[in-house]
């Protein structure tokens, strides 16, 4: 069973930076997709950034030029480096995984963290 333990969310002002982690847990073959999503009060989930098995990125465009994913497979974590942040980051921020070429789609990923939040003030 693959487990997401995500971290690092706090309350920043307007222009700050912050870097997400998601700890990832059981699995043990392949390395599967993970992306970053968010969702704000009355909002649907979104999708921010992806990374893939085969390394490729996916950026929301309203965060492309901010934020940055990345991972270190030898810590099995995945970070999500945000700089510049907006108040209209503002949100519980959510790390998922599986396997397959899955994109910023949220049901397209089964496996899912407890989320982190994030708030930006003006």
């Known amino acids: 069973q693959v487990q997401l333990v995500e971290s690092g969310g706090d309350s920043v002002q307007s222009g700050g930076s912050l870097r997400l982690s998601c700890a990832v847990f059981?699995?043990?073959?392949?390395?599967?997709?993970m992306g970053w999503f968010r969702q704000a009060p009355g909002k649907e989930r979104e999708g921010v950034a992806a990374?893939?098995?085969?390394?490729?990125?996916s950026y929301a465009d309203s965060v492309k030029g901010r934020f940055t994913i990345s991972q270190d497979n030898a810590k099995n974590t995945l970070y999500l480096q945000m700089n510049s942040l907006k108040p209209e980051d503002t949100a519980m921020y959510y790390c998922?995984?599986?396997?397959?070429?899955?994109?910023?789609?949220?049901?397209?990923?089964?496996?899912w963290g407890q989320g982190t939040p994030v708030t930006v003030s003006s």
């Open positions: 998922a995984a599986d396997w397959g070429r899955l994109g910023l789609i949220p049901h397209n990923y089964k496996y």
């Open positions: 059981g699995y043990t073959y392949s390395t599967p997709s």
């Open positions: 990374i893939e098995s085969d390394g490729s990125t």
